[in-house]
């Protein structure tokens, strides 16, 4: 196992590989029976220390993952990818490069495979720590408790939102809400008959719902870190595009509504609590998931500014979104109605929806306006039950924060 010497007090610093070190001869001959010679040559000069080789080998593996679609890269060079990032970060961290191997290992845990995660989440962890205490030294930590530096601001203009919303919004059925809902009124008047709702009074004791409209809370423990992000009106238009920023970035693109041309930035469907546990910690998986005896599928962020939109789709699972800074406004459609809300026939598509609610197309698309739908402003502290294959529009009407909780049915549900 390799060894580096930090930068500051002259003691040894080392970042600690357990499965790479037990792994590694194994991984090395899968990849030699693939074709990569050259990246195994490479890897073995990095491990003994070589920082170019390292990096050569980082670039190997990043070409393999870009030689075409995602779902056809061969396992064995995403964690080829990550034991390069490793290897790279190792070097970094004994040079006092705090930033630049943070980076590198989130590039790992994003793009890499799962053979070598544990080893990547142990670095940022070790990374993460001695950054924080470097900042203590140099007094540059911020006193969250008296900060106010907030997210989200307080001011709020109905009028002027209403603009912004698609047609007919908030004009006719709104979504039934309902407060400290218990699980079985859950189970029996909504989860059994696919009925939407929101419940609120459920989310006081989260850290997050103080925390996250603190800026300086958020730069302090995701700041130096590297999350993809989402750039352009939607996934559906043709100048959507995907980039990696530092999450100081996105916070800055936020507060200053620093739109691209092509749209806002957003954190949209992430797994970022696998990511950066510290978040993981303010949040807690609502008891009404475990409804009908399922478990959790995926737990996501979506973090961004006013305007960002999710189109009109549908989701196969059950979903709690949990509002938690700002306010969101949803537009449901019942699954009974997809023939009308003309899906796309992509299969990648599928469960979006052509008709734009933004600027309908009422000669492409004429019985659209006369369906029936609930709508809402989802308020902080509030979370929306959306049942599985419900269509919804979501925009955001502030700088928001969210979470979505979805969840499968166990095979007793019946039972219910």
């Known amino acids: 196992m390799s060894t580096a010497t930090a930068a500051g007090g002259g003691s040894p610093s080392i970042l600690e590989t357990p499965t790479l070190d037990t792994e590694s001869r194994e991984l090395l001959h899968t990849i030699s029976e693939h074709g990569g010679y050259a990246y195994v040559s490479m890897a073995a000069m990095a491990a003994a220390g070589d920082i170019r080789a390292a990096e050569a080998a980082r670039e190997m593996a990043w070409e393999q993952l870009h030689s075409g679609p995602w779902h056809s890269v061969l396992p064995v060079w995403r964690d080829a990818y990550s034991m390069a990032c490793l290897h ?12 630049e191997a943070l980076r590198v290992l989130d590039m790992g845990i994003i793009m890499g495979g799962t053979l070598l995660i544990k080893d990547l989440h142990s670095a940022v962890d070790k990374v993460s720590e001695k950054a924080r205490n470097a900042k203590v030294c140099d007094g540059r930590c911020e006193d969250l408790e008296n900060s106010d530096h907030r997210l989200v601001g ?15 919004s908030l004009t006719s059925k709104l979504v039934v809400k ?12 909504h989860y059994l008959s696919s009925s939407p709702v929101i419940i609120s009074d459920c989310m006081a004791h989260w850290p997050a719902k103080m925390k996250w409209n603190n800026i300086d809370y958020l730069l302090r423990v995701a700041g130096d870190r590297t999350v993809p992000v989402e750039v352009g009106k939607n996934y559906l238009c043709a100048e959507w595009k995907q980039e990696l920023i530092t999450f100081s970035e996105f916070l800055q693109r936020i507060k200053s509504n620093d ?6 930035t957003y954190l949209a469907q992430h797994p970022l609590f696998d990511q950066i546990s510290e978040l993981r910690k303010d949040i807690f998986i609502p008891d009404y998931c475990f409804t009908g005896g399922g478990e959790l599928r995926s737990l996501n962020a979506w973090f961004g500014p006013a305007g960002t939109v999710t189109p009109l789709h549908h989701d196969p699972h059950h979903n709690i979104l949990a509002q938690v800074i700002g306010k969101k406004y949803i537009r449901l459609y019942s699954a009974s109605l997809s023939e009308d809300l003309s899906p796309y026939p ?4 599928s469960n979006s929806s052509q008709v734009d609610l933004d600027d309908i197309d009422e000669r492409k698309f004429p019985k659209v306006a006369d369906l029936e739908f609930v709508d809402c402003i989802l308020e902080e502290g509030e979370m929306l ?32």
């Open 88 to 99: 790279v970060a190792k070097h970094q961290f004994g040079n006092g490069e705090l930033k």
């Open 154 to 168: 307080k001011e709020f203009n109905m009028t002027k939102v209403l603009q912004l919303l698609p047609v007919k």
């Open 259 to 264: 739109y691209s041309p092509a749209g806002p």
């Open 178 to 189: 309902r407060s400290a809902l218990s699980l079985e009124q859950f189970l029996t008047d």
């Open 346 to 349: 992509d299969t990648m598509l």
């Open 385 to 416: 039950y959306i049942p599985p294959k419900w269509w919804h529009y979501v925009r955001s009407l502030t700088p928001s924060c969210s979470v979505s909780f979805w969840w499968s049915e166990g095979e007793t549900s019946d039972a219910y």
